[in-house]
């Protein structure tokens, strides 16, 4: 039998990583297979690839992929702030961040923001089940109002969207997801693998063990038939040339990256752009009153600066440079220091 390989010659199993311990039927395998697939798609040696976590079910999924890739799983909810450490010693690698609702809505949410705010150059993946899993199942901070799952009464809090917060803060791309929209996930963390900066893909993925009932709205049966895809997404890698790839029926509308790949949106209802931060609050806000999930590529800006660029770093990474090279010299520490003192 031939094993298939990717663009570099390697073949998927390179890109796995040990059996899942999650319940079966969890939405977050669903997602490990997408970074898996995407990972070997893009063609990036898997030891340029550092996946981080916190604590949690979702930050237990770097184990089953990417075995070899470097990985550090961090406290609860301080994944960004180890990665930001991570990416300023080292720029040329991949960061895939994976967290989940708890991890990042509740006890992470200030390192959220300020990972947004500094433009880190990382794909943020938040695994959102709506509940704790890892604790019996309690409502998390961004499960939708009215919504109930199994043996509990309905949730009365509010909910924090985390897509409307990153669009708030000017994240640079901003995408919801659904981890039963194996399609529609892969377009989407395969350019977010080649945007410049911070990706945020917030991943409806649903618990199959305390909330596997239609009335709660994170359900695979609720999402399913409350999803409103607001584009079908094909994503075009930088080694493929455009005209190669089919193109779809109807309108679309083509969005260059960083690396020279394409992201194509096809519209699918009423024509949307995702340059337009406002009709994508609203579009979030909307689907929130009408109890619908609203996915696709919500929000995307090109021309921002990385944390890496605004801190003048050197092309090198700053783990290749030699001692000599960060270490000043006895003069130029001298002039600095007088300048402090004058």
């Not at 237990?60 to 180890?82: C, D, E, I, Q, W």
């Not at 994976?98 to 794909?123: E, K, P, Y």
């Amino acid at each position: 039998m031939t094993i298939k390989l990717n663009i570099i010659e390697l073949p998927k199993s390179d890109y796995q990583g040990k059996p899942s311990s999650l319940c079966p039927g969890c939405g977050h395998d669903q997602i490990s297979t997408v970074i898996i697939n995407a990972a070997w798609e893009n063609g990036i040696p898997p030891e340029r690839i550092a996946k981080m976590s916190g604590i949690g079910c979702s930050s237990k999924t770097p184990a089953y992929f990417l075995g070899k890739s470097h990985g550090f799983n961090t406290l609860h909810g301080r994944m960004p702030s180890v990665t930001t450490g991570a990416c300023m010693a080292n720029k040329d690698l991949c960061f895939i961040g994976v967290s989940g609702d708890g991890d990042t809505a509740s006890i992470g949410m200030g390192q959220f923001v300020h990972a947004i705010r500094r433009n880190l150059n990382m794909v943020y993946i938040i695994e959102n089940n709506g509940v704790y899993g890892l604790t019996k199942g309690q409502y998390s901070a961004t499960v939708e109002k009215g919504s109930r799952k199994r043996k509990a009464e309905e949730n009365r809090q509010n909910p924090i969207d985390l897509c409307a917060m990153a669009i708030n803060l000017g994240c640079s791309f901003v995408a919801r997801s659904f981890s039963g929209s194996k399609k529609q996930l892969t377009a989407l963390i395969k350019a977010a693998m080649s945007h410049r900066g911070i990706a945020v893909i917030d991943v409806i993925s649903p618990c199959v063990t305390f909330a596997n009932n239609d009335e709660f709205f994170r359900s695979y049966g609720y999402v399913k038939d409350n999803e409103t895809e607001l584009h079908s997404p094909d994503y075009i890698p930088h080694h493929t040339p455009v005209e190669e790839v089919d193109i779809p029926a109807g309108e679309y509308q083509d969005i260059e990256l960083f690396d020279g790949a394409t992201l194509r949106l096809e519209t699918v209802g009423n024509e949307y752009d995702p340059s337009d931060a406002m009709a994508a609050l609203a579009a979030i806000h909307k689907a929130e009153v009408d109890k619908m999930h609203v996915t696709g590529l919500l929000y995307f800006d090109a021309d921002q600066a990385t944390l890496d660029e605004e801190l003048s770093l050197s092309d090198t990474p700053l783990v290749d440079l030699s001692d000599d090279e960060l270490r000043p010299s006895e003069q130029a520490l001298a002039d600095l220091l007088a300048d402090f003192r004058s």
